[in-house]
């Protein structure tokens, strides 16, 4: 028995120090691998940071809407008697849209009008006698006082029939109309819309650090989905206050519009030129690095990536303007940026 608890303790022992043999080697293995990874050099692509001239163009997103527009309604309650304009086409200022019957109101200045005129002879028979004394002052303010109150209610009658008829107020093109000839119309319904198209406003915002960079008849470009046109416009307005919420400035701008091409409330791709800088520090748009406090890039020194944050600007397609972190002779690493870590070994290929 003593035999067989020996055999028994000498195996266990045997595979105890196995185990231990296994996992020390293990070990061994992996601070070797660990310490040949701590010593391999990455080879990465890079750029030596070079000042140059930037022309500073800004792209936004801007929506096109017309020169003037209005919504054509009626002043007047009544029946319409005749429309004069035929949908979607062009006319002209002061030219009459569509007429409401009148008759009523007529009627009512005929009978305003003999009102007046008696009203009137009052008036001059009570000036005659105060003349002659025969009437005090405040009996002949009386009478002066009725006919001027006669005369202005066939002003407001004469009015009143001046609004049946109802004129385009600048020249532009008709819309679809919502009436018929003998429709019951009362202001609150929308005849059709009335746009004025020959020229168009173009509106859009810009980040209020670029204030101070526009100003009014400035040029600008800008493009429409479906077209490969470049339009230009011209800025003639700006906004005197940033708004506080989306902390950008209201731009707006004027493009001419002769042909007819564009078209009021479709999106404008706006390319905006702002001052052109010199000695300007620009970098590939893959060598940024977003991070929870701004932007970081990664620089090759000594031999060592070192983790540079970055204050940037305006984005272009394949460049980025840097306005802090960065100096000339700096060689910035433009590859494999995202699993980079600070002090890296790095061997940098730099593009010329």
């Known amino acids: ?98 007429k409401v019957n009148d008759l009523e109101l007529r009627a009512q200045l005929t009978q ?30 009386v009478a002066r006082a009725d006919f001027k109150s006669a005369q202005a209610q066939s002003q407001l009658i ?17 819309g679809l109309r919502s009436i018929s000839p003998g429709t019951y119309i009362t202001p609150t319904v929308l005849v059709a819309k009335l746009v004025n198209i020959g020229k168009l406003k173009i509106t859009f915002s810009i980040p209020e650090k670029y204030a101070n960079q526009i100003k009014t008849n400035s040029n600008l470009s800008f493009k429409v989905a479906g077209s490969t046109e470049n339009y230009t416009a011209k800025i003639y ?32 791709n706006v390319e905006l030129p702002l001052d052109i800088i010199k000695d300007a520090i620009v970098v590939p748009t893959e060598a940024i690095v977003p991070v929870q406090n701004g932007k970081k890039v990664f620089i090759s020194n000594n031999g060592m990536a070192k983790e540079i944050m970055v204050e940037t600007a305006t984005r272009t397609d394949a460049s980025i303007l840097v306005l802090s972190g960065l100096k000339a002779g700096d060689t910035v690493i433009t590859s494999g940026v995202m699993s980079l870590k600070n002090e890296t070994p790095v061997k940098v290929k730099v593009k010329l």
């Open 112 to 141: 305003a009008k003999t009102r007046e005129g008696l009203a009137s002879e009052n008036e001059r028979r009570a000036k005659l006698l105060l003349q002659k004394e025969a009437i005090s002052q405040e009996e002949y303010d």
């Open 158 to 174: 004469k009015a009143q029939i001046a609004k049946t008829s109802v004129r385009a107020p600048f020249s532009g093109k008709i």
């Open 237 to 268: 307005a700006i906004e005197p206050e940033v708004e506080i919420a989306t902390r950008t400035l209201k731009v707006r701008a004027i493009a001419e519009n002769r042909d007819g091409k564009l078209l009021p409330g479709t999106f404008a």
């Open 1 to 98: 028995m003593k035999i067989k608890y020996l055999v028994y303790t000498l195996l266990l022992v045997g595979i105890g120090g196995f185990i231990a043999y296994r996992i020390s080697s293990n070990s061994a293995k992996n601070e070797d691998s660990k310490d040949k990874g701590m010593n391999k050099v990455m080879t990465l692509s890079g750029i030596v940071v070079e000042p140059q001239t930037f022309d500073n163009n800004l792209s936004l997103s801007g929506s096109i809407e017309a020169n003037e527009q209005v919504e054509i309604r009626s002043e007047v309650s009544g029946i319409v008697e005749g429309i004069y304009f035929n949908e979607g086409s062009n006319v002209s200022k002061g030219q009459v849209l569509f």
